[in-house]
Antibody
Framework: EVQLQQSGPELQRPGASVKLSCKAS????????MYWVKQRPKQSLELIGR????????DYVEKFKNKATLTADTSSNTAYMQLSSLTSEDTATYFC??????????WGQGVMVTVSS | DVQMTQSPSNLAASPGESVSINCKAS??????LAWYQQKPGKANKLLIY???TLQSGTPSRFSGSGSGTDFTLTIRNLEPEDFGLYYC?????????FGSGTKLEIK
């Protein structure tokens, strides 16, 4: 059974950084892109970018290029996303999702990041 | 980037009824459209991809149609568990983009 287990909720101060994790199981981690998606409260879904765990190559959506850093650890089948210079605009739920020919066939449960002083 | 316009934003229906949700792309995306269901406390669920292909486990009362720029998700004989949020997503060209969502509520 494919599972994506994300880390717990975060409360961070403005200007801080946070690193989220997504542990994959039930499939071969290196064979599929891992995507990260943002959802602000009561808003739609927004793609942040993707990582190819096999070689660590990344593709970021333009607006997130200076905000998010995606990495992957093949020894633990875990994908990470670091968000830097946090502002209130980064308050959102962040999902990891396994890619399947451009659609996302499995999703993590989401992690809420709250940025507040 | 491809803009996805989804309608309606809200939809109310009774169990047993049929509903349709529409998604329009700002340019042709061939057949590459996916539909997702989002419910509180549950992982987002892929229902349909490539316009009309049901993901494994998706009930047959769900169907997808369309190509080019116009797509429709139809749910026939609504079940209580079908109520929630639905999103379309184009997977023709990167960056993949989502529609604004449709909230399906019980009437």
């Amino acid at each position: 059974e494919v599972q994506l287990q994300q880390s717990g909720p975060e409360l961070q101060r403005p200007g801080a950084s946070v690193k989220l994790s997504c542990k994959a199981s039930g499939y071969t981690f290196t064979e599929y892109y891992m995507y990260w998606v943002k959802q602000r409260p009561k808003q739609s879904l927004e793609l942040i970018g993707r990582i190819d765990p096999e070689d660590g190559s990344t593709d970021y959506v333009e607006k997130f290029k200076n905000k998010a850093t995606l990495t992957a650890d093949t020894s633990s089948n875990t994908a990470y996303m670091q968000l830097s210079s946090l502002t209130s605009e980064d308050t959102a739920t962040y999902f990891c999702a396994k890619g399947s020919y451009g659609s996302f066939d499995y999703w993590g449960q989401g992690v809420m990041v709250t940025v507040s002083s | 980037d491809v803009q996805m316009t989804q309608s309606p934003s809200n939809l109310a229906a009774s169990p047993g009824e049929s509903v349709s949700i529409n998604c329009k792309a700002s340019k042709s995306i061939s057949k590459y459209l996916a539909w997702y269901q989002q419910k509180p406390g549950k992982a987002n669920k892929l229902l349909i991809y490539s316009g009309s292909t049901l993901q494994s486990g998706t009930p047959s009362r769900f169907s997808g149609s369309g190509s080019g720029t116009d797509f429709t998700l139809t749910i026939r004989n609504l079940e209580p568990e079908d109520f929630g949020l639905y999103y379309c997503q184009q997977h023709n060209e990167y960056p993949f983009t989502f529609g604004s969502g449709t909230k399906l509520e019980i009437k």
